[in-house]
T-cell receptor
Framework: EDQVTQSPEALRLQEGESSSLNCSYT??????LFWYRQDPGKGPEFLFT???AGEEKEKERLKATLTKKESFLHITAPKPEDSATYLC????????????FGAGTRLAVHP | SAVISQKPSRDICQRGTSLTIQCQVD?????MFWYRQQPGQSLTLIAT?????????ESGFVIDKFPISRPNLTFSTLTVSNMSPEDSSIYLC?????????FGPGTRLTVT
């Protein structure tokens, strides 16, 4: 069965304290792994798509990496405005396309 | 990138009625999906909207309750039928390709 698991469920950081969020997946026919940021009351904001093991992508203080079974979202020297819920999702094929989300990590960055 | 708009942004409906949510993309996209998100929770996939044919529904969601149309590559609708208070949620659509998927702002539905 397709499954996406994110950890930790919640993370509290001090401003400038770097950390990583994890997304592990079990899916048949992975087409891509997506990372999103979601602020309260808004739709998810697209960040990255990763396609193959070893791939890395960066955007400002965020860096996403992918292995065959998991992805990491590294946050370097976070600021309070990085506080949000970070969601990962896998796009799988196999009959029809399907974008499946993990439960998310709630990140709070305190000054 | 693609910009996704949804109508209505929110609604309060009575039990037993139906509501149709519209999703418009500003460019042609190959994939469109519909999701439900309960407060404080992640996104649950309702169905994949297929252009010109019947949607593909996930376990626990049925066409009679959530009929979906996608007449072209930029537009889709989701109807929530015969609503009950348990249908109160945020409904989101997404559109994009296998490379990028963008989301609308969501429709906040309250059923009384």
């Amino acid at each position: 069965e397709d499954q996406v698991t994110q950890s930790p469920e919640a993370l509290r950081l001090q401003e400038g304290e770097s950390s990583s969020l994890n997304c592990s997946y079990t899916v048949s026919g992975l087409r891509g792994l997506f990372w999103y940021r979601q602020d309260p009351g808004k739709g998810p904001e697209f960040l990255f798509t990763l396609y193959s093991a070893g791939e890395e992508k960066e955007k400002e203080r965020l860096k996403a990496t992918l292995t065959k079974k998991e992805s990491f979202l590294h946050i370097t020297a976070p600021k309070p405005e990085d506080s949000a819920t970070y969601l990962c999702a896998v796009l799988r094929t196999g009959g029809y396309n399907k974008l499946i989300f993990g439960a998310g990590t709630r990140l709070a960055v305190h000054p | 990138s693609a910009v996704i708009s949804q109508k209505p942004s929110r609604d309060i409906c009575q039990r037993g009625t139906s509501l149709t949510i519209q999703c418009q993309v500003d460019s042609q996209v190959t994939m469109m999906f519909w999701y439900r998100q309960q407060p404080g929770q992640s996104l649950t996939l309702i169905a994949t909207a297929n252009q010109g044919s019947e949607a593909t529904y996930e376990s626990g969601f049925v066409i009679d309750k959530f009929p979906i149309s996608r007449p072209n590559l930029t537009f889709s609708t989701l109807t929530v039928s015969n609503m009950s208070p348990e249908d109160s949620s945020i409904y989101l659509c997404s559109g994009g390709t296998g490379y990028e998927q963008y989301f609308g702002p969501g429709t906040r539905l309250t059923v009384t």
